[in-house]
């Protein structure tokens, strides 16, 4: 089945959004997103939007690369405990984890961090390096400790609000917020909060498109706060324009189909015929779809097919 949004995206990517968020500039494409455990760590804290990166690293991959690359880092290697039942092996220690672009501090019992003095050390020097700090339920305590939440508008698990407000006189602590992203740090309420600020993250680096995807494959009900998606760009800003083109080349694409299934022809073959200029392909894409059966015969139709036939590498000889 087609994306039956395609002309609602291609009409928001020709609209940019309202108040873009560049990505910041990195070496390469792939993103490292650290995931902090502890001892006594809230289950879904973690797993809800160590979920959504996961899912979004292929969603979002370009040329083979991933868009994230997902690890968890915790004070030893050794097997810790969630809920009280589940058993983790961390990936990294704080003192040997890859430099994070993004880390999510899930709650629980997040007093293990505050008490860690090597845990705290690495949030600190992780904070202002990094592209995005999040937080998850009681992990706004954690990130309180570095200073970035005074005179800022910050949330947490609704029974925690009043500690938080205490905890840091200076900040604006909002309650019934499911997220509120500051830029260069990002706080949600509790326990499945997370899957909508990392859904949030997600739209917010690459795009709009690629968090819809994430969320259908995650079968949640996502749900972006209006204020948000008037933000979001459509297409992954994080990619070059070879990159969107081909992005954009599959939303025309799926737009040539709905033509063709409602007998507009002409429109469809417009459609195709810049979806396929933009690099979309291969040729027995376009053969098998029953969608574009309709424009079968068509002597457009055939020269579009001649167009990605001319694209094929000679053969070796």
């Known amino acids: 089945m087609k994306n039956v949004l395609a002309v609602v995206l291609l009409a928001l990517w020709a609209a940019p959004p309202a108040h873009p968020a560049a990505p910041r500039a990195r070496a390469g494409y792939t993103r490292n997103v650290a995931i902090v ?3 006594g760590v809230e289950l879904l804290d973690f797993a809800g939007p160590g979920e ?7 969603i979002g991959g370009v040329d083979g690369m991933p868009a994230f690359r997902v690890y968890t880092v915790a004070a ?3 097997p810790l405990t969630s809920q009280g039942f589940v058993k983790i092996l961390p990936e990294f220690t704080f ?3 890859p430099p994070p672009d993004v880390f999510v501090i899930p709650g629980g019992n997040s007093r293990r961090l505050l008490d860690d003095a090597a845990a705290m050390a690495w949030v600190r020097k992780a904070t202002p390096e990094a592209e995005v700090a999040m937080t998850v339920c009681t992990g706004a305590f954690v990130l309180a400790k570095t200073g970035v939440m005074a005179g800022k508008d910050v949330t947490t698990h609704f029974g925690s609000l009043a500690g938080l407000q205490k905890a840091v006189p200076e900040a604006r602590v909002q309650s019934g917020r499911r997220f509120v992203d500051n830029g260069s740090f990002l706080t949600t309420a509790g ?4 899957i909508d600020g990392a859904l949030h993250l997600v739209a917010r680096l ?18 972006p706060e209006a204020t948000a998606a008037g933000t979001y760009a459509t297409l992954n800003p994080s990619t070059d324009a070879r990159g969107r083109a081909r992005q954009l080349a599959d939303e025309t694409y799926n737009l040539a189909c709905l033509f063709a299934r409602a007998g507009r022809t002409a429109e469809a073959l417009d459609a195709l015929e810049s979806a396929v200029k933009d ?11 029953e969608d574009l059966a309709p424009l079968r015969g068509n002597p457009r139709f055939a020269a579009i097919l001649s167009t990605l036939d001319a ?3 000679a053969p070796k000889s």
């Open 37 to 39: 455990l502890y001892e």
């Open 52 to 58: 959504v990166f996961k899912a979004a690293a292929q």
């Open 76 to 78: 030893s290697r050794e």
């Open 95 to 97: 003192a040997d984890a």
């Open 191 to 194: 326990v499945s909060a997370g």
């Open 206 to 223: 690459l795009g709009r498109v690629v968090a819809d995807q994430t969320a259908r494959y995650m079968e949640y009900a996502w749900s």
């Open 279 to 289: 690099g979309f392909g291969p040729r027995d894409v376009l053969e098998r779809d």
């Open 311 to 313: 694209r094929k590498p």
